[in-house]
């Protein structure tokens, strides 16, 4: 009976010190918050997006070359680029992770008939949201991720 708990313990702390982070070498992006949610329109106002990254193979961030996406939801179109910087890897499994904040400018209010950026009582609230994307050194993107949604003031 000695043996067995011997061994069971032997195992478990075998198991428990052997155990190591095993990620993706593609970048994995999870979104955490954002400060505003109801913005004037036409980069009169912003909001800090937040979000998560792990990467397994630590190639995040370059100090150079912007490698953050944001676009717009509703046509796809780039908003903006950001650059995360190139942080030295300190653990012994060459992953990162951390957490990112950026500030961005509200885009423009879109109308049904396709104008923008332009007053209009007509429709007072245009609704959108932010996607995320990265690159890494390597040239591996994450998956994308989107924002809360986010209400622009048109008038």
Not at 106 to 129: E, G, L, N
Request: with cysteine; aromatic share 10%; proline share 4%.
């Amino acid at each position: 009976m000695l043996k067995i708990k011997s061994f069971l313990i032997f195992t478990i702390l075998i198991s428990f010190f052997s155990c190591k982070k095993d990620y993706s070498p593609t970048p994995d992006l999870e979104f955490m918050e954002m400060s505003k949610k109801f913005m004037a329109q036409n980069q009169a106002d912003s909001t800090v997006l937040t979000f998560s990254f792990v990467d397994g193979d630590g190639d995040i961030g370059d100090d150079a070359t912007d490698n953050i996406y944001i676009r717009d939801s509703r046509t796809d179109g780039l908003i903006g680029t950001y650059r995360m910087p190139n942080y030295a890897t300190t653990n012994s499994d060459n992953y990162r992770k951390g957490t990112v904040s950026i500030v961005v400018k509200s885009p423009c209010c879109i109308y049904p008939d396709s104008s923008s950026c332009y007053a209009s009582t007509v429709h007072p609230i245009d609704t959108m949201r932010f996607t995320i994307q990265v690159q890494d050194r390597s040239g591996k993107w994450s998956n994308t991720i989107q924002s809360d949604l986010v209400q622009l003031d048109c008038i």
